[in-house]
């Protein structure tokens, strides 16, 4: 009966100790969840992030992540699990590959021929003004040289 009665407790505090160390085993980092959580997107607000949003959902999905997290997860998994289930759709930054590349891309290209024609105007400006200031005196004709020349002699005006 000793002998039962200690195995029985040996079991029971094996087993104690062991829920023990799960839960201890995988502590989930809150700045992790909130990490991931701020690379998706809401469902219900689509306009704002699962750490954002005030959403049953969003508190649902933040709860998903903690779960996953604990799970021995890694963020690209779990963020690879919300992408399976709801598309790419649900990042807020979209992924750097095929059709979706253009949204990374196009700003700057916009932003480069921008600067272009900024540039060719402000040349093209450039040139004229130039051209303004170093426009020739107008032709003065004979009469009025020899006018200049007879008060210059004189002392005038």
Same mark, same amino acid.
């Given at each position: 009966m000793r002998r &039962? ?11 104690v100790?062991? @829920? ?6 995988a ?14 997107r809401c469902? #219900?607000?689509? @306009?704002? @992030? ?9 508190h ?7 779960e996953? %997290?604990?799970a021995?997860e890694t963020?690209?998994q779990?963020? &690879?699990?919300?992408v ?5 759709w ?7 590959r ?7 891309? #196009? ?7 921008? %600067?272009?024609?900024?540039a ?5 400006w @450039?040139r #004229?003004s ?10 003065v004709?004979a ?9 210059m ?5």
């Open positions: &039962a009665a200690a195995v029985f407790g040996l079991v029971m505090a094996v087993g100790l062991g @829920s023990g160390l799960a839960l201890a085993a502590p989930v980092d809150e700045q992790t969840v909130h990490a991931i959580a701020t690379q998706l469902v #219900v607000c689509q @306009s704002l @992030s699962v750490a954002d949003s005030p959403s049953e959902t969003a649902q999905m933040r709860d998903i992540i903690r996953r %997290l604990a021995g963020p690209d779990v963020t &690879a699990y919300f399976a289930r709801y598309g790419d649900i990042l807020l930054a979209p992924p750097r095929g059709f979706t590349l253009l949204v990374w891309v #196009v700003p700057f290209v916009g932003l480069a021929l921008g %600067l272009v024609v900024v060719v105007a402000v040349r093209r @450039s #004229v130039a051209g303004r200031a170093a426009a020739p005196a107008p032709e004709d009469a009025t040289r020899e006018r200049i020349r007879r008060e002699a004189e002392g005038g005006p």
